[in-house]
């Protein structure tokens, strides 16, 4: 007898967070969650990071139960970095397990907590080929790459910053939205040279390049980074949404930017909840002073007013 054509199954929509370490992930994910479950939707949270411990949120999939990063270093003498590597690839290698996880899971809406490790999403292949995979089993996700905003005030690291994005981009191959996050920090270390439009619309480099030549260190490089600059420019392809997890209305913004990149459309009762939620922010305390500040020196006003805002989301 020939056998059953597999049934493909149900389209599944979801968001793979990835970004170097510290760049706030796990709080990314676990605000996403309580975000999405007050809009209506069902959301299964995969931990896919073997290194992550005390896990904040309600994990439905934990990678842990197949390999850790502890295990690994100990069994076969490797150190983080070398251990993390081959995690992903014993994932990988082990995808039935993973698929038998995820099917038990329908008609819900995913958020994939990834590792932090750079070369995952640059140039090593696991990551990418898992990505794939998910992609085969009916899944359109979108790639939020978490970075942590506070780059922006040093001209070299924003620059680097803007490499890495751009190579991940090209390499992952998923809908790709960049984020700046811990927006409320933005200025820990020090003030901006530009308003935020600069930083996350990525606008003429050439001004930045201004500023690394003002630097001893950095003015003998000035032809480096000036190609640099070209090869991100040339591409055209870097941008960032800006985010303070505890701001609902930065969280709304994230979530438009990720819902138009993976096509996912909410129904008109997460619309409504979504205009309730916001009719309700009106004089509750969420903490948006700090975010709201940042904004008001570094935002150049549209001369409209909050209402009108509103109105358009």
Request: proline share 4%; charged share 20%; net charge negative.
């Amino acid at each position: 007898m020939s056998a059953q054509p597999r049934v493909k199954p149900a389209l599944r929509f979801g968001q793979v967070v990835i970004g170097p370490p510290g760049s706030g992930k796990t709080t990314y994910c676990q605000g996403m969650q309580e975000f999405l479950t007050s809009l209506g939707r069902k959301v299964v949270v995969v931990n896919m990071d073997p290194a992550n411990e005390g896990i904040p949120y309600s994990c439905a999939v934990d990678i842990a139960e197949l390999v850790t990063l502890d295990d690994v270093m100990e069994n076969l003498k490797l150190g983080p970095n070398g251990g993390l590597l081959y995690c992903m690839e014993y994932v990988e290698a082990n995808l039935d397990w993973l698929e038998s996880k995820l099917t038990q899971y329908s008609d819900c809406y995913f958020l994939f907590d990834c590792p932090g490790q750079v070369e995952l999403y640059t140039h090593q292949s696991s990551v990418k080929n898992i990505f794939s995979q998910l992609a085969k089993w009916n899944f359109r996700l979108t790639a939020v790459h978490l970075v942590d905003s506070h780059y922006c005030a040093d001209p070299a690291k924003f620059i680097s910053v803007l490499c890495t994005s751009l190579s991940t981009m090209l390499h992952v191959e998923l809908p790709h939205v960049n984020v700046l996050s811990k927006l409320d920090l933005i200025e820990q270390y020090g003030s901006l040279a530009f308003n935020l439009d600069f930083y996350t619309e990525v606008m003429d480099l050439t001004y930045l390049l201004d500023h690394l030549a003002a630097d001893p260190f950095f003015k003998k490089f000035h032809h480096l980074n000036e190609k640099l600059a070209e090869v991100i420019q040339d591409y055209s392809l870097v941008s960032f949404v800006p985010l303070n997890v505890q701001d609902k209305d930065s969280m709304i913004q994230v979530l438009r930017a990720v819902d138009k990149a993976n096509g996912y459309c909410f129904g008109d009762l997460e619309e409504r909840n979504l205009q309730a939620m916001m009719s309700a922010a009106v004089g509750a305390d969420f903490q948006f002073s700090s975010t709201l500040g940042v904004q008001e020196r570094y935002v150049e006003t549209s001369g409209k007013s909050v209402e009108e805002e509103m109105m358009e989301l």
